[in-house]
């Protein structure tokens, strides 16, 4: 030993592959840790059920570590890490295990080579103990070393959803989002056309900052969710519907869990389409026969290419399955033997459906915004959820935000934010007088009251050669 070397070194952490079989057993290990802790929450340190409890941890461990390999598991944000693979079922199946470890003091522990059942049992009163506790045995760091367990590694472990550099300031935020989700679909139009892997941890970090967003400022991403780009409609027609998604689903539930598998799966639903010719997917003319037969293949082409991706939950790749299936089963690809669409998955179809409306495409003009909520209204019930169109016309009004409109008294303004109760009547920043003459722009409040201005007219932004960005 060479002087000044430390006697007891501590195992070194490295980042290890599990194998397939290792993966599956995880969900051993998971049951009885849970056991392990709930025992130490009952019992003294040192009764029959709590030793029991650690001996039966250790029996699913010891496997691993005779493999050679160490178990590294983090808990946070609703999800389980086995080393750097997030387990998505196993977030599920463990929600308890996975909330309580998340809000105790170490929410990640590694289970070293050289474990003993004694080192285990000392450490465990760690893992059920409060921010508060641990404050009063010292700290994190302290606790660790009074449990001489030097073959178990804890750690405090904290995500910060927000890049430092991102403004605080809503739009801001919303827009850095948005940009970021736009240059994620570019790398991956990029990546799976040259047969590369692409990042699902990268896919999941940017629809984390989308839900971030959603849910503390959705008027910013609303607004910025009416942006259009003829050269690039695939790509800004995915963000959108994420972000069209987010807030519908937002309506439903809070839970990020849910919600970050809808967003990953919106974003993602029209991916099987690079795969297709472009001079297809582009064609100005009707398609022929086996074109169209090629087009409707695209969700079975991105389902495909979503399960190449490891740790992207499942719920999310149905999406990308599912999004033209519509409720009454009549779309495609179809299903035999029927079954219904995925929540997330009729979500997905309303807000795909809307912006694929209200956006210029090689075959189609834009529709105005009233005019897609028609045809929503129109067909729901049959392609679409009921409730989940009277959600979306409720949360983005028959005028939604970016729509330019003419007041019954004649003036034009753009929609900056939908209304309160009363879908007809939107807050509207008036830019012209009535007789088209600009004026400074002030913002009108359509459900002011009974005798308050109404909308006359949707209309065309490029026939009056308005560009709306400059009034919001």
């Keep these: ?31 009885r840790l849970s056991g392990a802790r709930r025992a130490q929450r009952f019992y003294p340190q040192g009764h029959p059920a709590v030793r029991e409890s650690v001996e039966g941890l250790m029996t699913v461990i010891t496997p691993y570590h005779t493999e050679g390999v160490d178990v590294a598991l983090t808990f946070f944000e609703n999800e389980i890490m086995l080393g750097q693979m997030l387990l998505a ?22 289970f070293l080579r050289g474990l003993t059942a004694g080192e285990l049992e000392r450490v465990l009163p760690i893992l059920v103990i409060d921010g508060a506790g641990i404050e009063a045995l010292g700290g994190l760091g302290a606790a660790i070393l009074a449990a001489d367990a030097p073959h178990v590694s804890l750690s405090a472990v904290r995500v910060y959803e927000r890049d430092e550099q991102v403004e605080t300031d809503g739009k801001a935020a919303a827009a850095a989002s948005y940009s970021s989700a ?32 959603v849910l503390s400022n959705h008027f910013a991403l609303l607004e910025l969710s009416g942006l259009k780009d003829y ?5 800004f027609h995915s963000v959108n519907v994420a972000i069209l998604s987010l807030a ?74 599912e999004h033209h299936m519509r409720l009454d089963m009549d779309g495609y690809p179809l299903r035999r033997p029927a079954r ?80 309160g109760s009363d879908v007809l009547r939107p807050c509207v920043r008036v830019f012209a007088d009535a007789e088209g003459g600009i004026v400074e722009p002030r913002d009108v409040d359509l459900g002011g009251g009974p005798d308050s201005l109404t909308i006359a007219a949707c209309l065309d932004p490029t026939g009056l050669n308005v560009d709306v960005d400059d009034y919001l």
Excluded: C
């Design 182 to 213: 736009l240059d994620l679909m570019r790398d991956l139009d990029r990546l799976i056309k040259t047969n590369r892997a692409a990042s699902a941890e990268r896919v999941r970090g940017v629809v984390r900052s989308l839900v971030d967003n």
């Design 248 to 321: 519908l689903g937002s309506t439903l539930s809070s839970d990020r869990r849910f919600l970050g598998s809808l967003g990953v799966g919106a974003l993602m639903h029209d991916i099987g389409k690079i795969t297709i010719d472009a001079d297809v997917l582009n064609k100005p003319g009707a398609l022929t026969s086996e074109e169209w037969d090629s087009v409707r293949l695209h969700p079975l082409y991105g389902a495909e290419v979503a399960a190449t991706m490891p740790g992207l939950d499942r719920s999310s790749i149905v999406v990308v399955l």
């Design 340 to 419: 219904r669409q995925h929540l997330s998955s009729r979500i997905v179809a309303v807000a795909d459906a809307y912006d694929a409306m209200t956006s210029r495409r090689s075959y189609s003009e834009a529709r105005l915004q009233d005019a897609a909520m028609e045809v929503l209204a129109r067909n729901a019930g049959s392609a679409f959820d009921p409730a989940l169109v009277r959600l979306f016309v409720q949360m983005m009004g028959i005028y939604p935000p970016r729509s330019v409109v003419r007041l019954s008294n004649g003036e034009t303004g753009v929609v900056v934010r939908p209304g």
């Design 89 to 110: 079922d196993e977030s599920v199946l463990f929600d308890q295990l996975v909330r309580d470890m998340s809000e105790g003091a170490a929410n990640s522990i590694t």
């Design 231 to 235: 050269d690039e409609y695939t790509f």
């Design 1 to 31: 030993m060479t002087a000044g070397a430390d006697p007891n070194p501590r195992p070194t952490l490295t980042t290890t592959v599990f194998t397939a079989r290792q993966v599956r057993r995880i969900r051993e290990v998971l049951a």
